[in-house]
């Protein structure tokens, strides 16, 4: 019986053109379909020479690894046709195109099996023995091992080196557990970033830079945090390396310089990021923009403008979890802009809606209260029960 939050996947490893049935346990939704794959597999035998992926729940059989670069993993099918995936969507690689690979191999398969400390090891073998993009590969599956095995010091040292070789890839692989305490390893670290913003002039190698050594400093020093946070936010964010994991950084360094009282600074950085701000982070981007127009909202105009923001998420963005809180930021606008009827009507949109959450909903109800209490509303006018 396989579980809906994890199942058993049997995962065909060559090694030494022998064929070898792991199991592998992943935590993802129950793909059956992909046990009647490999069994196919079992059945009809694999190509010597020849390579699996498995991406996402999809498994390629008999392809060929040929590059590794910005991320996108490079391979040819088994009609010979050139493709490229997101290394983060790519599961499990099991390469028998080429000799000496059973240490990468056997990486994957730790990895796939969330046995990630041990991955770590054979990764970090398989790098001392490896040229060319398969360096790279290799050197890019350890950081993000070591990212989830929380081996901060590591995870610091290989992202800095992957910067300098390709920011692309690293802003891609962005970690997750950055070593956020003062010791003699960190403070190399913090060595290597000063070298890194005082030797290199692509745009892209300093905005990660500063950004990663924002992050290890959050949890130091506050001060320094909130100092570096500004550079960050005036930085000029390429293109090719604002992607979810660097995007999101970016936004909660925002949220929090807003929270310091730094309202310009949020809104004007939003509005240079949100042209390509990937899409689902869109409504968040928005709503920071509209947090901030509001903070530092002084004229009606200025109400107008955050109360346009917040409902630009509402109204294009309404299944999104944040569509309720942002009919709640535009009631709250348009009630300091002396409009009261205006947020009245916001508010019982918000109350309308199915997919406002309960508390947001409790909210409104209460803010609709105290306009009638206030005598805001005209005689009358009365807070929808729900």
């Known amino acids: 019986m396989v579980s809906s939050a994890s199942y058993q996947r049997m995962i065909w490893k060559t090694d030494n053109m022998h064929a070898t049935l792991i199991t592998a346990k992943v935590r993802r939704k129950a793909a059956p379909h992909l046990f009647a794959f490999f069994i196919i597999s079992l059945a009809v035998g694999t190509h010597a020479c020849a ?5 996402g729940d999809e498994a390629v059989h008999h392809a060929k690894v040929t590059g590794f670069s910005k991320g996108m993993l490079s391979y040819e099918d088994s009609r010979q046709k050139e493709t490229q995936v997101d ?13 000496g690979m059973a240490d990468f191999n056997e990486a994957e398969e730790y990895s796939a099996k969330e046995q990630f400390v041990q991955a770590v090891n054979r990764y970090e073998r398989a790098l ?4 060319g993009f398969w360096s790279d590969l290799a050197r890019a599956r350890l950081l993000a091992a070591a990212d989830m095995a929380k081996q901060s010091e590591k995870v610091g040292r290989l992202f800095l080196e992957i910067v300098k070789t390709d920011p692309v890839t690293a802003a891609r692989l ?4 950055i070593p956020r305490h003062v010791n003699n390893t960190t403070q190399r670290i913090s060595e290597n970033v000063e070298q890194l913003l005082e030797r290199s002039e692509d745009e892209r190698i300093l905005a990660l830079a500063t950004i990663f050594r924002l992050e290890t400093v959050s949890n130091v020093n506050p001060d320094e945090y909130f100092k570096l946070a500004k550079q960050v936010a005036a930085l000029n964010i390429p293109q090719d390396i604002l992607c979810e994991r660097i995007a999101n950084a970016l936004l909660e360094t925002l949220a929090n310089l807003l929270s310091s009282g730094d309202h310009e600074a949020t809104v004007s950085c939003v509005n240079r990021l949100i042209e390509n701000m990937p ?16 903070a530092g909202a002084r004229s009606e105009n200025d109400y107008m403008d955050a109360t346009l923001a917040a409902m630009r998420v509402a109204i294009h963005y309404e299944n999104d979890p944040l569509a309720g809180d942002a009919l709640m930021l535009a009631a709250e606008a348009q009630t300091a802009a002396g409009k009261s009827e205006t947020a009245a009507r916001i508010l019982r949109e918000c109350l309308r809606r199915e997919a406002t959450s309960e508390a947001t909903k409790q909210q409104a109800r209460q803010d609709l209260t105290k306009l009638t209490k206030s005598q805001m509303l005209p005689s009358g006018s009365k807070p929808d029960s729900d």
Do not use: Q, Y
């Open 279 to 294: 899409d689902k982070l869109l409504p968040k981007a928005i709503m920071l923009k509209a947090r901030g127009l509001l």
């Open 51 to 55: 390579d699996e992926i498995l991406i």
């Open 87 to 99: 290394l983060l969507h790519v599961n499990l690689i099991v390469i028998d195109s080429i000799l």
């Open 128 to 131: 001392r023995s490896s040229s």
């Open 174 to 177: 962005f970690p997750r557990t």
